[in-house]
Structure formats: C-alpha cells, structure tokens
C-alpha cells in the first residue's frame, strides 16, 4: 500500500504564501500521546460506555501496553480519527469492554502492530514516493523539531 494523506502540509503550498515575512511560525501540532488517548478513551469511543467500563478498558490497555512499551510509540502516533477507527474495529459496534475482554494480550499487540504499518499516515514503514521525498513520518518529525512551540 503506498498513499499519502495530507491535509494543509506546508509542502504543498505555493511557494508565494510560503515566502519569508508571511508566516514566521511553525506550531506542530502532533496527535495525542498514547497516555492521553487512555485518559480521554470515551471521547474516542461515544455512546452508552458507563464510566465503570471505561476504567475496566483503560485499566486493561494499559496494562497491555504501559507507557515505556515499543508500541506506545506506535499507539502515540495515531490520530484521533485513525484511533476512532482502530477501537471500531476491535468494538464492532458492539461494547468496547465486552469486545476488549474477548480479546488477549497477544491479539491485541498484533493489531496495534498491523494498525501501524498498514493504516496509519505516520508509521515507520511508510514507502517513499521518490528518492528525493521524505516519508511523513520523516516529515512530521521535521516538522516537531523545526516547531517554535515545544
């Protein structure tokens, strides 16, 4: 799978409106953290969730992915929309605790780790268009540094 998803990428403007003296700051606003992504798991996750199953779900992620995991990078790197997207596959439109208790540990990882190669716009693994581009990844990470709000 080979595809870009950009919305407003500073690449892809015209060079006019890129011109020293018309913007003069770069904010790089990044996804949120896999450790903001568990506090704030019902607004990924909208309906008739009690607060009692949120806790029993984030409790469970957590465990399965604390927060100096590999795949925290990974799961750090999900949009809030591709997140959405990710606990719709696990929920199915069912309950998400009732689908997180079906499913184990082990399951759970993989989909995160197939969630990260073939879904995400800013996984690792990203091919690049031709020699001479940078993957988004590469340039998200640009983008951080280069960032005057840290």
Not at 2 to 12: F, I, V
Not at 38 to 50: A, E, I
Not at 73 to 90: G, M, N
């Amino acid at each position: 799978m080979s595809w870009h998803l950009r919305t407003n990428h500073q690449r892809d403007f015209d060079d006019a409106i890129k011109r020293p003296g018309r913007f003069d700051l770069l904010v790089h606003m990044r996804p949120p953290t896999w450790a903001d992504k568990l506090k704030l798991l019902k607004k990924f996750w909208p309906g008739s969730q009690t607060d009692e199953d949120m806790a029993a779900v984030r409790e469970r992620l957590s465990d399965w992915v604390p927060l100096d995991h590999e795949l925290a990078s990974v799961l750090d790197r999900f949009t809030f929309d591709e997140f959405k997207s990710f606990l719709e596959s696990i929920g199915k439109g069912q309950a998400l605790k009732t689908e997180v208790e079906k499913m184990d540990e082990e399951q759970f990882h993989q989909k995160v780790d197939k969630w990260g190669k073939d879904y995400l716009a800013l996984h690792s693994g990203m091919e690049q268009q031709a020699d001479a581009e940078l993957s988004l990844l590469q340039e998200f990470q640009l983008d951080e540094e280069a960032s005057s709000v840290q």
